[in-house]
């Protein structure tokens, strides 16, 4: 009998970003696949600014089942969640997004404790045909410049008109922005606008970057689905913005950055659990196996190995 048995690890940390801005949707994204995947003790950890805890990153604690809330940020955090503390219990598996130093010391404790993935800076890449809204465009870059000076984002298109169309937009709209110095200085420093002979090479650049957010914001865009081969997630259509992947689509926001999409997924409940083997052996099929795993020990210098097997080998 072979199989697997699935088991909720016991103690996940979820680290909650709080210095620039307030997350909640982070905690909703973190704690609910723990908790559908059974991880019964969760701890956050939350850098406090000014001493307060923003009310909604609380209240979507609570909602979600967080055990306990640390107001502890930082790599002291990720410390403190991997080898415990007086007052914290050490985690099995460290999850959330952080700045570098966060993700640095994600990156330095991996192997004493488990951890989702090494998260950078905020990515979106949108291809479009220039049939869309360029506010719309120019906004959906905007969505992720704000998030930090070293948000990228990148439109590709084949209709150099367009290009000229969205640049004045984000021209007009960008003082509008609340956070207008961090999207302008993202911007300047990581913005794209990218003119291609066609569709064929924008799916090119696409697959080569393996960007963290994908929009396909061109007619019937499941045509191109199956030649995208690396992206986190993928924003099908004109409609659909990337900032409903953030709140309220459905799937998990936390995602692959800096080009790990090229092997890497979007966090889900399965990062929450992990798969033991199973193996159960009759007396003929220990006699059968046996044989083979005393071929192939013997081969290899086992001795041990060997005989262990062979005791189990039935004598006719």
Same mark, same amino acid.
């Given at each position: 009998?072979?199989?697997?048995?699935?088991?909720?690890?016991?103690?996940? %940390?979820?680290?909650?970003?709080? %210095?620039? &801005? /307030?997350?909640?949707?982070?905690?909703?994204?973190?704690?609910?696949?723990?908790?559908?995947? +059974?991880?019964?003790?969760?701890?956050?950890?939350?850098?406090?600014?000014?001493?307060?805890?923003?009310?909604?990153?609380?209240? =979507?604690? =609570?909602?979600?089942?967080?055990?306990?809330?640390?107001?502890?940020?930082?790599?002291?955090?990720?410390?403190?969640l991997a080898?415990?503390?007086?007052?914290?219990?050490?985690?099995? !598996?460290?999850? +959330?997004?952080?700045?570098?130093?966060?993700?640095?010391?994600?990156?330095?404790?991996? @192997?004493?404790? +488990?951890?989702?993935?090494?998260?950078?800076?905020?990515?979106?890449?949108?291809i479009c045909? @220039?049939?869309?809204?360029?506010?719309?465009?120019?906004? $959906?870059?905007f969505s992720?410049?704000?998030? $930090?000076?070293?948000?990228?984002?990148?439109?590709?298109?084949?209709?150099?008109?367009?290009?000229?169309?969205?640049?004045?937009?984000?021209? *007009?709209?960008?003082?509008?922005?609340?956070?207008?110095?961090?999207?302008?200085?993202?911007?300047?420093?990581?913005?794209?606008?990218?003119?291609?002979?066609?569709?064929?090479?924008?799916?090119?650049?696409?697959?080569?970057?393996?960007?963290?957010?994908?929009?396909?914001?061109?007619?019937?865009?499941?045509?191109?689905?199956?030649?995208?081969?690396?992206? %986190?997630?993928?924003?099908?259509?004109?409609?659909? /913005?990337? =900032?409903?992947?953030?709140?309220? &689509?459905?799937?998990?926001?936390?995602?692959?950055?800096?080009?790990?999409?090229?092997?890497?997924?979007?966090? @889900?409940?399965?990062?929450?659990? !992990?798969?033991?083997?199973?193996?159960?052996?009759?007396?003929?099929?220990?006699?059968?196996?046996?044989? *083979?795993?005393?071929?192939? /020990?013997?081969?290899?210098?086992?001795? =041990?190995?060997?005989?262990?097997?062979?005791?189990?080998?039935?004598?006719?």
């Open positions: 009998m072979l199989g697997q048995k699935v088991t909720p690890i016991r103690r996940a %940390g979820v680290y909650v970003p709080g %210095g620039k &801005a /307030a997350y909640p949707s982070t905690v909703l994204m973190n704690v609910i696949p723990a908790r559908v995947a +059974g991880v019964n003790d969760i701890t956050m950890v939350v850098p406090a600014a000014k001493g307060q805890v923003n009310d909604l990153v609380l209240a =979507a604690a =609570a909602i979600a089942g967080v055990d306990r809330v640390i107001t502890i940020g930082g790599a002291q955090a990720i410390a403190a080898y415990g503390t007086e007052s914290i219990t050490r985690v099995d !598996k460290i999850v +959330g997004p952080g700045n570098i130093f966060v993700a640095t010391a994600k990156k330095q404790v991996f @192997g004493d404790v +488990g951890i989702d993935m090494i998260a950078g800076p905020s990515e979106i890449l949108v045909d @220039g049939k869309t809204n360029p506010e719309w465009i120019a906004m $959906d870059m992720q410049a704000e998030h $930090d000076e070293n948000a990228q984002s990148i439109l590709v298109t084949p209709d150099l008109d367009f290009i000229d169309r969205v640049q004045r937009s984000m021209e *007009t709209l960008i003082d509008r922005m609340d956070r207008k110095d961090i999207i302008r200085q993202s911007l300047v420093d990581r913005g794209l606008l990218i003119h291609v002979p066609g569709m064929s090479e924008a799916i090119e650049i696409a697959n080569y970057m393996a960007p963290e957010h994908l929009e396909l914001s061109v007619d019937d865009p499941e045509i191109w689905l199956p030649e995208i081969g690396n992206a %986190g997630a993928i924003f099908l259509g004109r409609y659909t /913005a990337e =900032a409903l992947g953030d709140y309220c &689509a459905g799937p998990n926001h936390v995602l692959p950055t800096s080009a790990t999409a090229r092997f890497a997924s979007p966090l @889900g409940v399965y990062d929450f659990q !992990k798969r033991s083997s199973l193996i159960m052996c009759s007396e003929q099929a220990a006699s059968r196996l046996g044989e *083979t795993a005393s071929v192939l /020990a013997r081969g290899e210098g086992l001795q =041990a190995h060997a005989r262990s097997a062979e005791y189990r080998i039935r004598k006719e």
